[in-house]
Nanobody, 129 residues
């Protein structure tokens, strides 16, 4: 089992920044993929960013981003702390959502929600105009 705990959400004005953290515990990570999803009001959950944890055929540190956040969001990981981060800059009102951390046992990075095996409880991000 893997436990994921998100933190760092909050209320910010448009143009501001937030950094989300996801601390993982439990099963040792090897070639897992870590991702950040979000779900806004009335919309489906979508993958925002994902990163290969380390090692494996796909190499550590490969990333993938949704088009809507490219150039504004950055996903990173700290292997020693078993933590993945999502740095969000130049936030927009449309980024308002519940943000979820997710872990995938297999490789490579996939965008579908069903491809992820473990989920955190979520952290709310609200961007005001």
């Amino acid at each position: 089992q893997v436990q994921l705990v998100e933190s760092g959400g909050g209320l910010v004005q448009a143009g501001g920044s937030l950094r989300l953290s996801c601390a993982a515990s439990g099963r040792t990570f090897g070639r897992n993929v870590m991702g950040w999803f979000r779900q806004g009001p009335g919309v489906e959950r979508e993958l925002v960013a994902a990163i290969n944890w380390s090692g494996g055929n796909w190499g550590g540190g490969r990333t993938s981003y949704a088009d809507s956040v490219k150039g504004r969001f950055t996903i990173s990981r700290d292997n020693a702390k078993n933590t993945v981060y999502l740095q969000m800059n130049n936030l927009k009102v449309g980024d308002t959502a519940m943000y979820y951390c997710a872990a995938r046992r297999d490789e490579p990075i996939v965008t579908r929600e069903s491809g992820y095996d473990y989920w955190g409880q979520g952290t709310q991000v609200t961007v005001s105009s």
